[in-house]
């Protein structure tokens, strides 16, 4: 069992910077990948960001690629988000969750936290 609480939602202006955290607790949190995902009202969620705990190597979506970097501290056990740039499109509730694979869809995750708000106004 992997525990996710994420937090550092909030509301920016468009272009401003945001870092959302993750912190895992529980069972071997070096088993697993971490992603971040994202869920705007009426859409699917869909993958932002993934880090593969073991090794760091990691995969942004192309929609993020260049404004949001995904990274750990292995000693505080949190994966981050930073988000720089941000646009209205970003408005999305954000969630963590941490599976066996390094992998892109939600189907494969199994621990999820509870989802941190973010909402970008232009």
């Known amino acids: 069992q992997v525990q996710l609480v994420e937090s550092g939602g909030g509301e920016v202006q468009a272009g401003e910077s945001l870092r959302l955290s993750c912190a895992a607790s529980?069972?071997?949190?070096?088993?697993?990948?971490i992603g971040w995902f994202r869920q705007a009202p009426g859409k699917d969620r869909e993958i932002v960001a993934v880090?593969?705990?073991?090794?760091?190597?990691?995969y942004h979506a192309d929609s993020v690629k260049g404004r949001f970097t995904i990274s750990k501290d292995n000693a505080k056990q949190t994966v981050y988000l930073q988000m720089s740039d941000l646009a209205p499109e970003d408005t999305a509730k954000y969630y963590c969750?941490?599976?066996?694979?390094?992998?892109?869809?939600?189907?494969?995750?199994?621990?999820w936290g509870q989802g941190t708000q973010v909402t970008v106004s232009s």
């Open positions: 969750a941490a599976g066996g694979y390094f992998a892109v869809t939600a189907r494969q995750y199994s621990y």
């Open positions: 529980g069972r071997t949190v070096s088993r697993y990948a």
């Open positions: 880090i593969r705990w073991s090794d760091g190597n990691t």
